[in-house]
């Protein structure tokens, strides 16, 4: 189902990947710096995710700016929070790379803000970007640090963004329960030589599927 959200005086492209039975949670997805909601990997894990009977909603919001990014993200948050269609107990937010910045920054910013609904029940960081290639000296760990809710990371163990053990470290400070996946020899691109772009998919999809889980009441299908 494609909708248009309104954002300032335009509007944000957004597809739902509706389950075929009444959703209960859903997940908020959006794209890197790069690319749009149509990246294969959003696609492959939206398809997977309404399968098993999650909502996704996946976001286009093009603009380089994290503040800006982050801005657009609450918006759709606010967006489906306030849907009479969908009426749900709970969202994940979730972004890949430049995106899981913003759906970091928004999952700090919404638990300070309100008095702890428990609407946002917890981020997905697909290949977050600890930081610039080559420049581990400055890691962007500042919202994740300050964050409460359950974090799932999923990430290339030969990641030029994010080195592991920077990662291992951040994640050991972190209040929040967290877990990591490290897709072995995967880049920041989530590309892994010898192997098809849908058996690595596949992995991640099973990994964030069985994260939420693990977090909500979910049905076993």
């Known amino acids: 189902v494609k909708v248009k959200i309104p954002f300032g005086n335009k509007y944000l492209d957004a597809i739902f990947s509706v389950p075929e039975k009444k959703p209960t949670y859903g997940v908020i997805l959006t794209h890197g710096a790069g690319g749009d909601m149509n990246f294969p990997h959003l696609v492959s894990l939206a398809a997977c995710l309404a399968s098993h009977g999650v909502l996704c909603l996946r976001f ?3 603009g380089l700016n994290v503040a800006y990014r982050t801005k657009a ?3 759709v948050v606010e967006y489906l929070k ?4 969908y009426n749900l107990s709970g969202v994940f937010l979730a972004g890949r790379s ?8 928004v999952v700090r910013q919404l638990s300070q803000d309100d008095d702890g609904d428990g609407f946002i029940q917890g981020l997905v960081c697909l290949s977050y970007p600890l930081h610039r290639p080559r420049l581990q000296s400055k890691l962007r760990d ?3 640090l300050l964050i409460r809710c359950p974090v799932l990371f999923v990430s290339g163990s030969a990641d030029e963004m994010c080195e ?8 050991t400070k972190m209040k929040a329960p967290k877990k990591i996946h490290w897709i072995d020899k995967a880049n920041h691109g989530m590309a892994v030589k010898g192997r ?6 596949e992995e991640i999809n099973a990994q964030v599927f069985s994260w939420l889980r693990e977090n909500v009441q979910l049905d076993h299908k």
């Open 60 to 62: 286009t919001c093009k």
């Open 73 to 75: 993200f609450k918006t």
């Open 82 to 85: 306030l849907s009479d269609d």
């Open 98 to 105: 430049m995106g899981s910045r913003a759906a970091a920054s």
């Open 142 to 144: 500042e919202d994740l």
């Open 164 to 171: 592991k053990q920077l990662l291992e470290g951040v994640v």
């Open 196 to 201: 098809t772009t849908d058996d690595v998919m």
